[in-house]
């Protein structure tokens, strides 16, 4: 069964320091999201990728944030400098068709857990 | 603004049914999902609704009502590996997945 994959499983680093995560999406899915989410909480969405494109990053903190998705296949999201809010679970996800009729279901890769002492 | 609700948090015996409920208020609705979410894993898709009625897929049912902006995830013949998070989530007008907190169910024996 095809599955997100995502890098690395756990990361511990020191405020001020520079993260950076890694996603593979599931073969064929033209969608790409990056999702924060805190203990106890939903997941919150940084950043949509339509391909290479984003599509909606109104909610990732620019000043530190950054995703790119250049070939439109793999995509890495990096913070600088990371700071003890950071911490948190990010998840990726994937789906097939955005937008059009039928479920667009997300499949979600197994996270990163960032913790930043 | 958009806001879903659900229970922060329930408690179930092994083998029982549990219903968990879910209210949203949202910019146009295009469907509403069901995720579980074991503890530091990520979520895994349960149930997709779009139409009005009950989904029934295995133990697992879904309901919704979209006059009423409602749904409820029911769990059968609760097992302890049913022990987990459940998120609802709406796909509003503008496709975006618009998330509830989760509902932390606990099982005992």
């Known amino acids: 069964e095809a599955e997100v994959a995502q890098s690395p499983r756990y990361k511990i680093t020191e405020k001020s320091q520079a993260v950076a995560f890694w996603c593979d999406p599931i073969?064929?899915?033209?969608?790409l999201y990056w999702y924060r989410q805190i203990l106890g909480q939903g997941p919150e969405l940084l950043v949509q990728?339509?391909?290479?494109?984003?599509?909606?990053d109104s909610q990732l903190p620019k000043d530190r944030f950054s995703a790119e998705r250049l070939k439109g296949v793999d995509s890495t999201l990096k913070i600088q400098p990371a700071e003890l809010g950071d911490s948190a679970m990010y998840l990726c996800?994937?789906?097939?068709?955005?937008?059009?009729?039928?479920?667009?279901?997300?499949?979600f890769g197994p996270g990163t857990r960032l913790t930043v002492l | 603004g958009q806001n879903i609700d659900q229970p922060t948090e329930m408690t179930a015996t092994e083998g029982a049914i549990v219903q968990i409920n879910c209210t949203y208020q949202?910019?146009?609705?295009?469907?509403l999902f069901w995720y579980q979410q074991h503890a530091g894993e990520a979520p895994t898709f349960l149930s997709y609704?779009?139409l009005d009625g009950l989904e029934e897929k295995g133990r697992f049912s879904s309901f919704l009502s979209r006059s009423k902006g409602y749904s409820y995830l029911l769990l059968k013949e609760l097992q302890m590996k049913d022990s987990a998070s459940y998120l609802c989530?709406?796909?509003?007008?503008?496709?975006?997945?618009?998330w509830g907190a989760g509902t932390k169910l606990i099982i005992k024996p």
């Open positions: 073969s064929g899915h033209a969608t």
């Open positions: 949202t910019s146009g609705f295009n469907g």
């Open positions: 989530a709406v796909l509003d007008s503008n496709y975006q997945l618009i």
């Open positions: 996800a994937s789906s097939l068709n955005p937008g059009l009729a039928g479920p667009d279901t997300q499949y």
């Open positions: 990728f339509q391909d290479e494109s984003v599509v909606d």
């Open positions: 609704n779009v």
